[in-house]
């Protein structure tokens, strides 16, 4: 029952060569459009942990490592989910896989906000990671099948921006809500807006262009593939692929995507060091309040919407050198950490501009490396391959939130030892970039 509900939407027709001129326009902006909104509202249904764990932990008597462990457990699932979700997704129809996820984690977050029991906590949290998994994966396969290769990397920079859109508010939304009405409220506020945005995905989401009448991309766009060159051939585009050669052929045997997840692992240590540990880092070493420490995040997220922008258009004029770009954001990133480690106390406006230093350059190796993955594979496995990457990355993030927090909870360590661990973190990511500067999609 399960595979028949999601079983992707039927080929019909196609429609009149002038329809088709008129109506692929409307729809490519469509899912553009939709995939945006609706991953931007995944993100206030998860992000809003971390700018209350203070506020809850005072509350419920957790302490950091309690945080860490639930931040850990989320984590491992939510990598977990992306990857099973992503071969799920690949053979699913987005119009309804994406809304199913939106549902379950908004009504998680209900229930999440209604218990005390950390027991319970640690399972609930655990439960989202998975259901968020059902998030990106089908916006990779609706952008895979919408737009062409060569139109990639600044599509998903502009759909990439969802990340900082949904993630900024949802540390702001957060704060007001547990400002105004107790923690609980940073779970039931997220929920309500979450169930809005699953009945929006429903009704404006639509699978491949085939089942609506239009032609694959590929001849839309005239792009077609020069086998010759390609990095992997991309033969019928169209046929669904069996299990084994979408994770073993396509994935697991693809040398090159191993090199970009174990970067990635790097790299989100480092992306999600600051938004789950951030803003309880500015209150007990900065002096920063509630409301500053969601405007961390707002500053963390909103710093890296012009830089994916450019960096991904410019990842597209540099023939696809994904993995260079990626290289060159994390430098300034190693400077800025180093600088909020260094500047004392008591000047906060100082911070936040290492924050949005961070936010500049991180997000878009965030992107690139994901695209990389679609970059390296096939269309019909672009949910497992970006799945597969973004499971060696919230490994890093279940690493980062298990370990930060153990070493932040004790005295041996501190918060100094933790910003150590970044630095080292964004080196080890330096370090494996370096052997993708001259991986491009085609040779």
Not at 227 to 235: E, F, H, L
Not at 260 to 286: C, H, Q
Not at 323 to 332: A, D, E, H, R, T
Request: proline share 5%; hydrophobic share 50%; with cysteine.
């Amino acid at each position: 029952m399960f595979r028949q509900f999601f079983r992707p939407a039927p080929h019909i027709p196609q429609l009149p060569d002038d329809e088709v001129k008129k109506q692929y326009p409307r729809y490519r902006w469509r899912m553009l459009e939709s995939t945006f909104l609706g991953y931007a509202t995944f993100y206030i249904v998860r992000n809003n942990l971390s700018t209350v764990a203070k506020e809850m932990g005072d509350a419920l008597h957790y302490d950091h490592s309690q945080i860490g462990d639930i931040l850990a457990l989320t984590a491992v699932s939510y990598g977990v989910g992306k990857f099973f979700m992503g071969a799920l997704s690949d053979r699913s129809n987005p119009q309804r896989f994406m809304p199913a996820g939106l549902l379950i984690t908004a009504l998680i977050n209900f229930v999440f906000g209604s218990t005390s029991s950390y027991p319970l906590h640690l399972a609930l949290w655990s439960m989202n990671g998975l259901a968020q998994g059902m998030g990106w994966p089908p916006c990779g396969r609706t952008i895979g099948h919408w737009f062409s290769v060569k139109e990639r990397g600044t599509v998903f920079a502009i759909w990439n921006i969802a990340h900082n859109v949904g993630g900024g508010v949802a540390g702001v939304l957060a704060a007001w809500a547990a400002g105004s009405w107790g923690w609980q409220s940073a779970f039931f506020v997220p929920g309500a807006l979450a169930l809005l945005g699953a009945a929006y995905l429903a009704w404006r989401l639509r699978d491949t262009p085939q089942s609506v009448g239009l032609p694959p991309v590929e001849i839309y766009k005239d792009a077609a593939i020069d086998k010759q060159n390609c990095c992997i051939q991309k033969t019928d585009h169209e046929r669904e692929l069996g299990t084994r050669e979408l994770l073993v052929d396509m994935i697991l045997k693809n040398r090159l995507l191993w090199i970009f997840a174990l970067a990635n692992f790097f790299v989100y240590i480092v992306r999600y060091s600051m938004l789950d540990w951030g803003p309880t880092y500015l209150k007990e070493v900065k002096q920063a309040t509630l409301h500053s420490g969601g405007l961390a995040i707002l500053v963390l997220e909103f710093g890296g919407i012009p830089s994916t922008l450019l960096l991904g258009w410019a990842s597209d004029k540099l023939g696809g050198r994904r993995g260079m770009v990626s290289l060159l954001c994390m430098i300034p990133i190693l400077a800025a950490f180093i600088g909020l480690k260094e500047n004392p106390p008591g000047q906060l406006w100082l911070d936040m501009v290492f924050l949005g230093i961070i936010g500049f350059f991180i997000y878009p190796p965030v992107m690139l490396l994901g695209v990389s993955a679609l970059d390296l594979t096939s269309k019909k496995a672009v949910g497992a391959a970006a799945g597969f990457v973004g499971l060696f990355g919230y490994i890093g993030r279940m690493v980062q939130a298990k370990a930060l927090g153990f070493m932040a909870a004790n005295e041996a360590y501190g918060w100094d030892g933790v910003m150590l661990a970044i630095l080292g973190a964004t080196v080890g990511a330096i370090v494996l970039l370096i052997f993708t500067w001259k991986v491009r999609p085609c040779a």
